[in-house]
């Protein structure tokens, strides 16, 4: 199949659309708590799927872009480097924001996160209820990141201990063995290593018919969520989210692959600004919605309008966050972490040229 680009503009896209329908949950859940309007019923669905797929996406993304630069310690230690880079200024930075504000404004609810504890394993990532609460999910992403350090290190060693983790969580879903609520065999690390699996098979297996894969994953989703509103079937959706997701993923890099996609430049911004939308849309959905309870908004444009504007007014400002934050502070972090190499480089020659004399 080739190659590849290092940018598939479809598979941004459709990250976009994921991290779209998170906030949308998100967003109704707490509208409905604040004003008692739940569109759709969306507050009393377990989950809208968008997070399956971003699990999905981010195991292709990472092995796809750098699984041929397995077997050099050096390549490992660049890749924690620039997901260091990628995810910790941003979430540090509105993490602090939001221990600052359980301290200020303190809700009984969320009375445990304010234990040293919890605060410490949420600046770094560690298994916990976090303080940024959306920040659950980057726990097993950063775990992911770990265990794919190790296999650029160790490829013969780690592509076992991959293909036996992965084995393991799925005879742990079956119910075959306990262990579904722990944080090393919960289902979302099995969502992110199907990613990679997809990726392989991409690299390595002539597969067709991309927008067939696209087609029945979107149907899916559709009837998942249909049977979420009118209760046709009981089923547990996580597992049905992961399979559709599997095929939407497949789908749209086969399609990605074989030809350049040209993708609207809304979709393209929003799948740049992904990560600033994921990690900012909670707190501004809450600031939001006190602007709207201050100034009676729902009575004014009802409630149906009022959650959108929610919305729109979220996905603007977190739009913001990325091209005013963002973007410059791994900017800055980039330039000082190439300025302190330089320095290390320049002290090394200069030990190395004592020597000599």
């Not at 969306?42 to 797929?53: L, P």
Request: glycine fraction near 6%; hydrophobic fraction near 55%.
């Amino acid at each position: 199949m080739g190659a590849g680009r290092d940018k598939l503009q479809l598979v941004q896209s459709f990250r976009a659309i994921a991290i779209i329908i998170v906030m949308l949950g998100h967003a109704n859940h707490m509208f409905y708590k604040r004003f008692h309007y739940d569109w759709l019923h969306i507050s009393q669905w377990n989950r809208m799927g968008g997070v399956d797929f971003f699990f999905v996406v981010t195991g292709f993304m990472i092995y796809f872009l750098y699984s041929r630069k397995a077997g050099s310690l050096t390549e490992a230690k660049q890749f924690l480097l620039k997901r260091w880079i990628r995810v910790y200024p941003l979430y540090f930075l509105f993490t602090l924001a939001a221990i600052a504000i359980l301290f200020i404004v303190p809700m009984e609810d969320e009375s445990h996160k304010r234990y040293m504890l919890v605060i410490i394993k949420s600046l770094f990532l560690l298994p916990v209820d976090p303080v940024l609460t959306v920040a659950w999910s980057l726990q097993y992403i950063m775990l992911f990141y770990l265990v794919f350090a190790g296999f650029l290190t160790w490829p013969k060693i780690f592509k076992y201990i991959l293909m036996g983790w992965s084995v393991i969580l799925l005879i742990v879903q079956m119910g075959l063995i306990p262990g579904k609520d722990t944080f090393l065999l919960n289902f979302s690390n099995l969502e992110i290593l199907a990613g990679c699996l997809i990726s392989y098979l991409v690299q390595h297996v002539k597969i067709k018919n991309g927008l067939l894969w696209i087609l029945i994953g979107l149907v899916g989703y559709f009837l998942v969520w249909a049977d979420n509103i009118f209760h046709v079937v009981s089923i547990y959706e996580p597992h049905f989210y992961f399979l559709f997701s599997f095929m939407m993923v497949l789908g749209i890099t086969i399609t990605d692959l074989k030809k350049q996609t040209k993708v609207p430049s809304v979709l393209a911004l929003l799948g740049d600004a992904s990560y600033s939308i994921y990690i900012a849309h909670g707190p501004f959905i809450q600031f939001y919605l006190y602007v709207f309870k201050f100034l009676n908004l729902s009575h004014v444009l009802g409630n149906f309008l009022s959650l959108l504007f929610l919305q729109l007014c979220t996905v603007g400002s977190c739009l913001l966050v990325y091209q005013l934050i963002e973007r410059p502070l791994i900017r800055q972090v980039k330039k000082f972490v190439d300025l302190r190499q330089r320095i290390k480089t320049r002290k090394s020659s200069n030990i190395l040229i004592n020597e000599g004399r």
